[in-house]
């Protein structure tokens, strides 16, 4: 108890002496008698605030246009020519700032953080494209997503990687959207934004990691199409399932399909449904029994992955800034010589009270716990979610986009040899 | 069986589609709730709210990212952590708060001998600041931007020695104003946040872009 109290009155000493030495007008102002003219303090302007509303004007027209050129004139030119504009506007232009994925950070610091008031730049980002894909197909992706775009370019030799692999692989978005808005909700960090893979190129101004991480998806989507789409995208996640849903989407035949087969190897994300024709087809028993073991099995799976996750929320929470400051109050390095590292110095001069630094780290691991449970457990949804998909097949007879996967870049329409009746 | 699918569809459709407008309803209700001053006018209808300086009027707009100079402990990752090489974040000039010292605490390395403006006595690694005669007793210090990078060294020995009139900030001319600034999350002292594009200076010594502007 004394111990602590000599300490907490050491720190308060030292807080008082490194305090701020602003507004401290050591030497006085000066009284110039040659005319010298102060200058002025440059203060140069951010981009006007008109531009925002641009960017949004932007977004929605070509949202109509691309899903007008899919839907209605099922014409793959055109969604070529206006990835290239979206590449070019949203890319280059705006250098990737504002951009739906990163919106849903935006969006969950909002709903959890009152005082952080989102820009409406920022909310139309995010609901829009879904709205749209809730009607249209995942029309966003096709040609206004400036990192789509960008790696359509490049898709020049697409291998198929086989409906397991993918359904597997395309289990990494859910982790990464769900760690998102676990760090976003924290106020902890935007990791879309800090993992962005283009946004350096677009600026032309990577620091080498970004541009090693570039390099590497660029080259792999020339033989994996859209890697960065199918199997990092945490708002290809959200379009997804809105997909599913969609009201219209884009079909590869104008009217019927006559088996022909002509587009089964037209899609290089492996998003066209193969028609499944059973052999044998499964009596009501087998049937019954799958759905009971699936119906039993994700709770399971929720409950296994929440308490994973809330054992690893130490871990999870580390990265905060908040809990790191604590961890570094509570054990100062052990070499005396040792300079203080930064985050003390700024502690000290901010003449905050150690429990209260304390306080806010305990609430912060809160947080993290219940996240983690949270986090947990729609992990485990989403593995029972594949389990289940992988064990149950869809019967259907022709071949579909899957409403899901489908960028609806309109490539497979022009491999259909039955044209509009 | 066909119809039973569109229905299911519709079902979904209508769930998320009414989730994502009450999300939306939340977010814009909280910001027009929020922007209203304690005479009660909604800040999206007054008329004055471009000059206004309550708190509340800054909500509803758009924000950039800034460093306040009274958090900031120069510890120096300002110059290392910007997405943007050299740094976005330069030493900025208060020149009303100068003293215009022959002895400049920002210019000199504090263990010099001589006052020259030799390089190896200068404090910033690049020579960015200029030293220019006015009058006995007084000179001038002016940051060349295309040098600076940033790295608070000048910043550290004026607010030190000095009148704290030399300060790092934001120059929004070269700011690409990432969603999530990465200097922001590395910053020791909390000293970076979101400001409202229409006062998007924190500086010391100097109210407000606007007053500057007179
Ligand atoms: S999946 Fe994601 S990255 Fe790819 S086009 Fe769609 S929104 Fe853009
Ligand atoms: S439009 Fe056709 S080719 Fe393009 S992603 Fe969809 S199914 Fe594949
Ligand atoms: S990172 Fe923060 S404390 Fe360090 S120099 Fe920049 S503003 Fe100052
Ligand atoms: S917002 Fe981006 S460009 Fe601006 S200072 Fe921060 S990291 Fe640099």
Same mark, same amino acid.
């Given at each position: ?421 | ?77 300002? &110059? %290392? @952590?910007?997405?943007?090489?050299? !740094? +976005?974040? =330069?030493?900025?000039? #208060? ?23 030799? &390089? %190896? @006595?200068?404090?910033?690694?690049? !020579? +960015?600041? =200029?030293?220019?005669? #006015? ?80």
């Amino acid at each position: 108890m004394k111990k602590a109290l000599a300490l907490v009155l050491l720190v308060f000493l030292f807080a008082v002496q490194v305090m701020n030495s602003y507004g401290i007008q050591r030497f006085p102002k000066p009284e110039f008698e040659s005319g010298y003219v102060q200058p002025e303090t440059l203060m140069p302007d951010p981009r006007a605030e008109v531009l925002a509303i641009m960017d949004i004007a932007v977004l929605l027209v070509s949202l109509s246009v691309v899903s007008w050129l899919v839907l209605k004139k099922r014409s793959r030119n055109g969604v070529f020519w206006m990835s290239l504009f979206s590449l070019a506007y949203f890319g280059f232009y705006r250098e990737g700032c504002v951009c739906a994925i990163g919106s849903i950070q935006n969006v969950t610091l909002a709903l959890f953080d009152t005082s952080y008031i989102i820009p409406l730049s920022a909310l139309i980002f995010f609901v829009t494209p879904l709205v749209y894909t809730l009607f249209f197909g995942r029309t966003f992706c096709a040609g206004v997503c400036p990192f789509g775009a960008m790696q359509d370019l490049v898709a020049f030799r697409p291998q198929k990687l086989g409906s397991k692999l993918n359904a597997v692989l395309g289990v990494i978005p859910y982790l990464y959207l769900g760690l998102a808005v676990l760090y976003a909700a924290t106020g902890t960090d935007f990791i879309i934004c800090r993992y962005d893979p283009f946004v350096g190129i677009w600026r032309l101004n990577a620091s080498f990691g970004m541009f090693v991480f570039a390099g590497i998806l660029l080259i792999l989507g020339i033989f994996i199409a859209r890697p960065y789409c199918r199997f990092l995208c945490p708002y290809g996640v959200l379009l997804n399932w809105s997909s599913r849903f969609s009201r219209r989407h884009l079909t590869i035949t104008p009217s019927d399909c006559i088996q022909c087969r002509l587009c089964e190897n037209s899609c290089p994300y492996d998003a066209i449904d193969i028609p499944v024709t059973v052999k044998n087809p499964e009596d009501k028993r087998t049937m019954a029994r799958k759905l009971i073991f699936i119906i039993i099995l994700i709770p399971v799976l929720i409950f296994a992955g929440g308490w994973t996750g809330s054992r690893l929320y130490e871990s999870l929470a580390g990265v905060n800034a908040k809990v790191q400051l604590a961890k570094q109050i509570v054990s100062p390095p052990k070499d005396s010589n040792q300079p203080e590292t930064f985050e003390i110095q700024a502690f000290k001069s901010s003449g905050k009270q150690q429990s209260l630094a304390f306080a806010e780290a305990s609430a912060m691991l809160g947080k993290f716990y219940l996240g983690g449970w949270l986090l947990g457990g729609f992990m485990g949804l989403v593995f029972g979610g594949l389990i289940a998909g992988l064990m149950i097949t869809k019967h259907h007879t022709d071949y579909i986009p899957n409403k899901g996967t489908c960028f609806s870049c309109a490539r497979c329409i022009d491999y259909c040899p039955v044209k509009m009746p | 069986m066909q119809n039973r699918r569109d229905f299911l569809n519709l079902l979904c459709r209508g769930t998320l589609l009414t989730g994502l407008a009450a999300a939306s309803g939340v977010l814009v209700y909280r910001s027009v709730k929020g922007g209203q001053c304690k005479l009660g006018t909604s800040c999206n209808n007054c008329q004055k709210s471009d000059s206004c300086n309550l708190p509340e009027a800054d909500l509803f707009r758009q924000t950039v990212w800034q460093l306040d100079p009274k958090k900031c402990i120069q510890c120096g990752r300002c &110059a %290392e @952590n910007c997405v943007m090489t050299p !740094s +976005a974040v =330069k030493a900025t000039h #208060v020149y009303a708060m100068c003293g215009y010292c022959d002895l400049c605490g920002g210019y000199l390395k504090p263990d010099t001998k001589t006052i020259s403006t030799a &390089a %190896e @006595n200068q404090l910033c690694p690049t !020579s +960015a600041i =200029k030293r220019k005669f #006015v009058e006995d007793p007084f000179y001038q210090y002016t940051i060349d931007e295309a040098l600076c990078i940033g790295c608070a060294k000048c910043v550290k020995g004026c607010s030190a020695f000095g009148n704290g009139s030399l300060q790092l900030q934001v120059r929004h001319d070269r700011c690409k104003n990432c969603n999530q600034c990465s200097i922001a999350r590395n910053c020791p002292s909390e000293a970076f946040s979101r400001v409202p594009a229409n006062k998007p200076y924190l500086l010391q010594g100097i109210e407000s872009k606007d007053e500057n502007r007179g």
